[in-house]
């Protein structure tokens, strides 16, 4: 008997360790099964709900009884069928894993949807096994990704033809400028050469934009208070919007300094502006806000390459028809619009988007249809403090001059018209068509040379290449660059400077005698 008794003792002890094993091991699972941070539901045969993890009550904010005995489209969406692309149906048919994309409007959010059958010894299906992560961050860094991809390739394609066309652009307002200042006692031929230079002006704009998506336009940057430029377009938005939208302005009184070209700013600010207006066809809100704000990590995780730290926000908001999302998976997208034919472009929020991230700053919009949309940008602040800063001014350059200036450039339009600008007002000019051409001349040029007025790209030896030989010969030589497209920061040399010895084409007559005069000085 004692035997026994001995026996039922440690039978009853085992079955005791055994039950604790049985008990530590599910409690270990469950804490295992609540801590995945993913949405994880066990589902029956009949894609009822079994048995939910922690997050999945968190996320969609249920209590663990409403979701037991649940669909989960009942559940989660309320609606009676499947939803579209949902994998649980391919693995109840075919006992094997499926994953999906799946778009949760209400909450605005993409899931990663997976289910894996689990089978019993006998290959029976007995349940299955439901996972979806939220991937609405990724999809949001890869889109950005996309867009920065798709800008690129459109770049080098834009800037190509920005390029040309700013070599015509140069000869058309070039000339228009010269024979206004021929011509500016006739009335009737002014106005003649006015519609000419308008036109000109207007393709010039056009291409600035194309170069501005393409990030091939070089930048004038400077310290700028934001809010004093908003304040400073006032009349002009007012004039632009129409009576029938309502602009409010709410620039912050003491706003950081951001280093920006001002000029790229403020198209920022008008484009956005009349994307605003185009949103309001009856008539609305616009709200131009500027402030302040500190980025935490969280956010800028949901950037690419953002940082933590402060920013400079610029926000336009209006009250018009919005955007669903679709629509606003391509607003940045050169060439997308939903405006009619001829009313638009197509490049204003490309352009907005290319100068933002030229300027290391960040877009966020906010928009759903009939409720309006709102864009934030947000430029990195300098830490300077907001003073008001001065105006430059263009001040009048003397026109005159007696030195002689080497011009070098593939196309014989731009060189002549260089010339033509120059030759009257005292200079001397030598011309080549190329960089070993212009060696040659200089070569064989008895006299002083000056300066020299180069493109920058051309067949060849290229005009930072061309400089360098020539300052070993001649070196007192001044040099003055120009070019429809070259980003400087991508020439190697150090002899181009953006600033002091640079200008972008189309060149007019004025702003070359001015330029001119400020580098041999």
């Not at 194309?210 to 430029?229: C, G, M, Y």
Request: charged letters at 25%; glycine letters at 8%; aromatic letters at 6%.
């Amino acid at each position: 008997m004692k035997g026994l008794a001995a026996t039922m003792k440690n039978n009853m002890e085992k079955l005791k360790n055994s039950e604790k094993e049985v008990r530590i091991a599910k409690e270990e699972w469950e804490r295992t099964f609540d801590a995945i941070g993913d949405i994880v539901t066990l589902q029956d045969t009949d894609m009822r709900i079994t048995r939910a993890n922690k997050a999945t009550f968190e996320i969609f904010g249920l209590r663990p009884e409403a979701a037991i005995g649940k669909k989960c489209h009942e559940l989660f969406r309320g609606i009676n069928d499947c939803c579209p692309g949902c994998p649980v149906p391919e693995t109840l048919a075919g006992f094997t894993s499926y994953t999906a994309e799946i778009v949760h409007d209400a909450l605005g959010k993409t899931f990663l949807v997976s289910a894996s059958p689990v089978v019993n010894a006998s290959g029976e299906l007995q349940r299955i096994v439901h996972f979806a992560k939220d991937i609405t961050e990724f999809k949001k860094l890869e889109m950005q990704f996309l867009q920065a991809q798709k800008m690129e390739a459109i770049g080098r394609l834009s800037s190509g033809v920005a390029h040309d066309f700013n070599n015509i652009l140069s000869s058309i307002l070039g000339y228009s400028e010269l024979a206004l200042l021929r011509k500016a006692d006739d009335p009737g031929w002014r106005d003649d050469v006015e519609v000419i230079r308008r036109s000109g002006e207007k393709a010039a704009a056009l291409i600035r934009q194309l170069l501005a998506f393409s990030r091939r336009k070089q930048l004038d940057i400077r310290s700028v208070n934001i809010s004093e430029t908003v304040i400073s377009l006032y009349k002009m938005l007012l004039r632009m919007i129409g009576e029938d939208v309502v602009l409010d302005l709410q620039p912050a009184d003491e706003v950081s300094i951001i280093k920006a070209d001002p000029g790229q700013i403020e198209q920022v600010i008008m484009n956005l502006a009349v994307n605003a207006r185009d949103a309001m066809p009856s008539g609305g809100r616009m709200t131009i806000r500027t402030g302040n704000v500190m980025v935490d990590k969280q956010y800028a995780r949901s950037q690419v390459d953002m940082a933590p730290g402060p920013y400079v926000m610029l926000a336009v908001s209006d009250n018009g028809h919005g955007m669903d999302r679709e629509v606003r998976e391509h607003i940045f997208e050169p060439f997308f619009t939903t405006k009619q034919s001829g009313k638009g472009t197509g490049l204003g929020l490309a352009t907005v988007y290319s100068i933002v991230k030229q300027h290391k700053g960040f877009i966020d919009v906010y928009s759903e249809p009939d409720k309006g949309t709102t864009f934030k940008l947000y430029f990195p602040a300098t830490g300077e403090t907001a003073v008001q800063l001065e105006h430059e001014k263009d001040g009048e350059s003397p026109r005159y001059g007696n030195e002689t200036i080497l011009v070098v450039d593939d196309e014989s339009i731009i060189r002549q018209i260089v010339v033509d600008s120059l030759e009257p007002f005292g200079y001397t000019l030598l011309g080549a068509a190329c960089g070993e051409e212009a060696l040659r001349v200089a070569d064989s040029y008895p006299g002083h040379i000056d300066l020299l007025l180069t493109d920058i790209i051309m067949p060849g030896m290229d005009g930072s290449s061309l400089a360098a030989k020539l300052l070993e010969k001649r070196p007192d030589i001044k040099l003055l660059f120009m070019s429809g497209y070259l980003d400087v920061k991508a020439d190697s040399s150090g002899l181009v400077d953006s600033e002091r010895n640079f200008l972008s084409k189309p060149v007019m007559p004025s702003t070359l005698m001015r330029k001119l005069r400020e580098t041999l000085r």
